[in-house]
């Protein structure tokens, strides 16, 4: 079944335990984002990655960090989290970026830094 | 930064009416998105508009391009219960790869 999955679905962590939150597709996809959601401000996008070992900053990309060694892996990392962190995290995948954008969601983690 | 707004934040309708919600930008966009957000899950790709004055429709989902590239409407005829969830616009910026989103329109529908 094509699909993106993350894991873990639920954290509940504290401030400045370094933390990972994987995201995995097996659609061969090329494009490969990173969201939060919050109420009153919808998805925010993180960071992004465009290829393999090619990644970007979305609009909010103060405190994560990715990578892309693989194509169909592109975790999430939190070095340092910090309560403000707090949010319900969706990666998503699409073919390319071109033309079409149909981004595929994965089922959400919902982060919780006390 | 860019900006998407996204009205209404929340509409509540009987089974039957139609439906209709807009995004406004103070920065073009070459391409817009409607993405629907059931409770629980991720957002699901409703219609792709590509062109300036683009109309597309899915179904009972009615979606047009502004002419002037910093608007979208969406329109949903003759709601049914499984209407209900967050709708979201979204904006691809001119470089590509950014996706911005609105801040969602909660949609709920009484039968």
């Known amino acids: 079944e094509a699909q993106v999955t993350q894991n873990p679905r639920y954290l509940i962590t504290v401030t400045g335990k370094k933390l990972t939150v994987t995201c995995s597709q097996n659609m061969n996809h090329e494009y490969m984002s990173w969201y939060r959601q919050d109420p009153g401000l919808g998805l925010r996008q993180i960071y992004y990655?465009?290829?393999?070992?090619?990644?970007d900053k979305g609009d909010v990309p103060e405190g994560y960090k990715v990578s892309r060694k693989e194509k169909r892996n592109f975790p999430l990392i939190l070095e340092s989290p910090s309560p403000n962190q707090t949010s319900l995290y969706f990666c998503?995948?699409?073919?390319?970026?071109?033309?079409?954008?149909?981004?595929?969601f994965g089922p959400g983690t919902r982060l919780t830094v006390l | 930064g860019q900006q998407l707004n996204q009205s209404p934040q929340s509409m509540f309708i009987q089974e039957g009416e139609d439906v209709s919600m807009n995004c406004t930008s103070s920065s073009i966009f070459n391409t817009w998105l409607w993405y629907k957000q059931d409770p629980g899950e991720g957002p699901v790709l409703l219609i792709a508009l590509y062109k300036a004055g683009e109309l597309t429709s899915n179904g009972r989902l009615t979606a047009q391009f502004g002419i002037t590239r910093k608007d979208s409407f969406l329109n949903i005829s003759a709601s049914i219960p499984s209407d209900v969830g967050i709708y979201f616009c979204a904006g691809v910026d001119n470089q590509g790869g950014k996706l911005i989103f609105g801040q969602g329109t909660e949609l709920s529908v009484k039968p």
């Open positions: 998503a995948s699409s073919l390319d970026s071109g033309q079409g954008y149909e981004q595929f």
């Open positions: 990655s465009m290829n393999v070992e090619v990644t």
